[in-house]
Structures are given as C-alpha cells and as structure tokens.
C-alpha cells in the first residue's frame, strides 16, 4: 500500500508539470493591442494550445477586444449580444482546439488599421503541424521527446512499484 502511494506521487510529480505547462502569449508582445500592427505575422511560428492564455494589452479605453467569427473578423463586425473586454489586461483562455477570431470594437481600429488577430488553436497532445517554412523534422521531435520519456519513466515506475 505505502508502495502503491509513493508511486503515485512519484508519477503525479513527473506528470503534473507536462499539464500545467500553459503558456500566457502576450498579443503584440511589446507592441500589445494596437492600430498598424501586423497580427499576422504575429502568429507565425507560435503554437497556440488548448489550456494557453491570450493576454491583451493596451491602455484603458484606447482599445477593446470582441471575439467574433470569420464573418465578424472578415467584415469587422462587432457582435450585438456580447460585451467587449475592456480591462486593459484582458486574458482569455484558449479552452477548444480550432479557429478564433478577435477584433477591437473602437472605431475603425479594425477595418481601418488592421486591428484583428487569427490564430488556431491546437489540442494539447497533438504534434504541431509543420510550417510550410520549417523542415520537417524541425518542432516535431523536440515536442515528442519529453512526452515519450515521460512514457517510458511512467511505464519504468509502475513497473517497480506495482
Ligand atoms: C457571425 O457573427 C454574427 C454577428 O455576431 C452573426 O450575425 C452571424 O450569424 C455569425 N455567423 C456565423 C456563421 O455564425
Ligand atoms: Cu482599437
């Protein structure tokens, strides 16, 4: 039993950090929330996970934050039923893998100054995709490496223990 118990917080303790590995992706990094800045471009390289927080930042007032649809990002169309964030810091949890869209409501931040970004959001556990950009084997075993050795200390323990 005290075997069993030791065990388990041993692999809790090698687990626990590979799930609580979020990252916080400050939008813009030093440039934040803003007009005439290249969201796009932004995003390149970046591998965005379920469980990673945005984090927009800009002065109070000067700017805000909807999410919206492709629609609502293509057009700048803010939508009617939700409130925008306006706190200056507004931190939003990536919780579902897919496409997400986001635009400032001020003005014509959006459609006149380029203020929107999209990015897509992968599952936690999957290898990232590989951009057109990057040789294949690049990203790809850096990210599998620890997760399989993770594997095979999980497996080793379990092995010893149980
Ligand atoms: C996108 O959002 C707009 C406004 O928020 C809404 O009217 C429209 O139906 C949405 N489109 C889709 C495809 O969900
Ligand atoms: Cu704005």
Redesign the pocket.
């Known amino acids: 039993m005290a075997s069993n118990m030791l065990g388990f917080i041993v692999i809790l303790a090698i687990v626990s950090p590979a799930l609580v590995s979020a990252k916080d992706f400050i939008v813009g990094d030093d440039k934040g929330w803003t007009t005439n800045f290249d969201y796009q471009t932004w995003t390149q390289g970046k591998d965005f996970r379920v469980g990673d927080r945005l984090v927009f930042q800009y002065p109070v007032g000067a700017h805000n934050v909807f999410k ?5 990002f293509e057009s700048c ?6 409130e925008a964030l306006t706190s200056g810091n507004d931190a939003i949890v990536l919780a579902t893998p897919g496409r997400k869209w986001y635009i400032c409501g001020i003005g014509q931040h959006c459609a006149a100054a380029g203020q929107k970004l999209f990015i897509t959001v992968n599952s936690e556990w999957m290898a990232p995709s590989p951009s057109p950009s990057e040789n294949s084997s690049n990203g790809i075993i850096p990210k599998f490496f620890p997760t399989a050795m993770m594997v095979v200390l999980i497996v080793s323990i379990f092995g010893l223990s149980f």
């Open positions: 919206v649809n492709g629609t609502g169309i803010k939508p009617a039923l939700t």
